[in-house]
């Protein structure tokens, strides 16, 4: 787990003058941004994985996304020092620990249920890790939604599949924090794409010994590279930005959205119907982070 002390973003909307409300909302419309497109990625990704595997769908994913962010950023390797390389070297490990644990997860249970399960990760650094006693209040009300989300029928997931959901979840913690700070070391998405590259080259061997040639048919080439960009390239890419501006507490309540983001993806691409239990549990989570967006925003005043 993450150290509870998490790295502090600079506060949205500092300096002598009162920045307009659209940018201070800017950093939340990143997160919501990057929450969508990661689980209609993460939805395609399960119809992918029939083809290749969930190693080989990982593989697919880090290796595509790394080869984008390389070509479009074209990242210095000069210049930087060993604590930057470490840098970089935890936050893809994350990165790729992340994916190839929530894959193994989704192949188990459902998307919905893995991914409710993946977000207590987020949502035990944002309590560890806040200052703030409302903070705390979110979290909890955001916890108790996912809890809700869940309909109480965890116990009877597949048992490997919830452990894959929670360790996840923990590398999820791990990549909030790592992102932050490689957001601050690097400029523009130069440190996202270096560690995209290092989680690719991890998860390589494993996707070969899983799928194999299978790695090289056209059509599945074609929907890895749109599972890379859904749910490796523009979502990492926002939240990096994002975490540039939003403390580390707050972007961890946020990423309470992404059960309910899931559900609906889960609806409209695999089918999976929602309960009016789950409408509840969504609209708490979204409660939730809600409050959190205006306690953050208060706080930003203040510091003005």
Known sequence: ????????????????????????????????????SVQFGSAVAVLL?????????VTLRLVLAAAVLLVV????????????????????????????LFYQAADRIPLGAAVTLEVLGPL???????????????????????????????DRLDPLGAAFALAAGAMWAAYIVFSARTGRRFPQADGLALAMAFGAVLSLPLGIAEAGDKLL???TIGLGLAV???????????????LRRLPAPTFAILMSLEPAIAAAAGFLVLSQALSATDALAIALVIGASMGAVRTQARAARRAE
């Open 217 to 219: 048919v056209p059509s």
């Open 73 to 100: 950023c074209r990242p210095k390797v000069r210049g930087y020092g060993r604590a930057d390389w470490g840098t970089i070297v935890a936050f893809g490990t994350a990165m790729a620990g992340m994916n190839i």
């Open 49 to 57: 994985m029939p083809r290749a595997g969930a190693l080989g769908v």
């Open 228 to 242: 890379a960009l859904m749910s490796s390239v523009l979502p990492y890419t926002l939240e990096l930005l994002a």
């Open 124 to 154: 035990i650094l944002s309590v560890g890790a806040s200052r703030r006693l409302m903070n705390l209040l979110w979290a909890g009300l955001a916890l108790g939604g996912v809890v809700l989300l869940g309909g109480g029928g965890f």
């Open 1 to 36: 787990m993450a150290p509870a002390a998490a790295p502090a973003a600079p506060a949205v909307g500092s300096g002598t003058a009162g920045p307009p409300a659209g940018r201070r909302l800017g950093p939340v419309a990143l997160v919501v941004a990057g929450g969508l």
